[in-house]
């Protein structure tokens, strides 16, 4: 079953990539996803460009296991050297573009699913969702559909993290503020300089420690990025526009971190999101034990996926290495999906 499982799996990655799927322009692979399914015996759901589908026997008194990855890419890196749509297989490298980030996990969590679509007396339902706009953060994947999956339990999210567990995920807000002065002219003893006053909030961001530090991640990290002021030498600047970029650690909700920001900060705040929460899992969880007992290290990963737009406990894991994401010519090791596919399997017969 799992050789076969393996060979549909490749076979689907191999067609996945081969259309291409930049964030907000999905809508084919979500139909090849539709159609590998229907395929299989299993009726979907679609909304835009995200395809969902439950296990046969869904019971809903039971509690329900969120099984997600996403098929949108990114552009092509300019550094590439092969088409990034040829799904090329060389030296047991499977090459192009979304095939390390998300194709090989979405591909071993579609074979999972189907590993245990049939089973009867389960303890947990299983939702399958293959998402859009995960790239972008953009409003029409994963968190459009959530309030039509119904209440679920965890999550495992397909990333690449050589399939090992990160239990926990940074998140991320994005702040644009703005100091206010007085224009004035630079010759003369005129006006409020906005640089000046943007200079003393920006070395409180420099030089802030919050009270509370995670273990996995330390201190909330926070990085003054871009600042923009003046129009002309002799005119001292009425505003100044400077950009933060604030990583939070699962040790704060992101409102939590605004609000002391904006307490001790004489600019203006204006975040652009809230969205991208930091989010984490307990190391006690039963996914994540069983996970320990079949040899997974546990981590805190810097990157940020759709975990950050979960109000669940959720784990990160896939086959594939995060380091390849985004990079020219990408590929996943065939090997990978292979022991993606039994490694799920392994972990999720466990809790099921």
């Not at 420099?206 to 509370?212: G, L, S």
């Not at 604030?246 to 900060?265: H, M």
Request: one cysteine or more; a negative charge; glycine letters at 6%.
């Amino acid at each position: 079953m799992t050789g076969i499982l393996f060979d549909d799996s490749l076979n689907l990655l191999r067609k996945l990539i081969s259309i291409p799927s930049l964030s907000r322009e999905e809508e084919n692979t979500a139909s090849a996803i539709e159609r590998f399914l229907e395929d299989q015996g299993i009726k979907t759901h679609r909304m835009i460009n995200n395809v969902w589908a439950y296990n046969e026997h869904f019971d809903p008194k039971k509690p329900t296991i969120l099984l997600n990855s996403h098929h949108d890419t990114v552009m092509p890196n300019p550094g590439y050297d092969r088409d990034p749509f040829a799904a090329d297989i060389i030296d047991g490298k499977l090459f192009g573009l979304g095939s390390n980030d998300a194709g090989g996990c979405l591909v071993s969590l579609i074979a999972v699913f189907i590993h245990f679509y049939k089973e009867k007396n389960l303890k947990y339902n299983l939702c399958l969702a293959a998402t859009a706009e995960e790239e972008v953060s953009g409003k029409n994947g994963i968190e459009l559909i959530l309030p039509q999956l119904g209440q679920l339990e965890f999550a495992i999210v397909g990333e690449p993290t050589l399939m090992q567990m990160a239990v926990a995920e940074r998140g991320l807000m994005v702040l644009d503020c703005v100091a206010h002065g007085r224009a004035g002219h630079a010759a003369r003893e005129e006006g409020e300089n906005a640089i000046y006053k943007a200079m003393k909030d920006i070395n409180w961001f420099k030089t802030y420690e919050f009270a509370k530090k995670s273990s996995l991640f330390g201190p909330v990290k926070m990085s003054v990025t871009i600042i923009e002021a003046g129009s002309q030498h002799n005119v001292v600047p009425a505003i100044c526009n400077f950009t933060v970029d604030v990583r939070v650690t699962d040790a704060y909700r992101n409102e939590e971190v605004l609000k002391i920001i904006s307490q001790n900060v004489d600019c203006d705040v204006n975040p652009r999101s809230t969205r991208l929460k930091p989010s984490s899992i307990s190391t006690e969880h039963p996914i994540v034990k069983a996970g320990i007992a079949l040899g997974r290290e546990t981590y805190g990963s810097p990157t940020t996926s759709d975990q950050a737009l979960l109000d669940i406990p959720s784990l990160k894991m896939g086959p594939g290495d995060s380091a390849r994401s985004h990079m020219a010519d990408e590929y996943i090791y065939v090997n990978e999906i292979e022991e993606g596919i039994d490694l799920y399997i392994k972990l999720l017969t466990e809790i099921v």
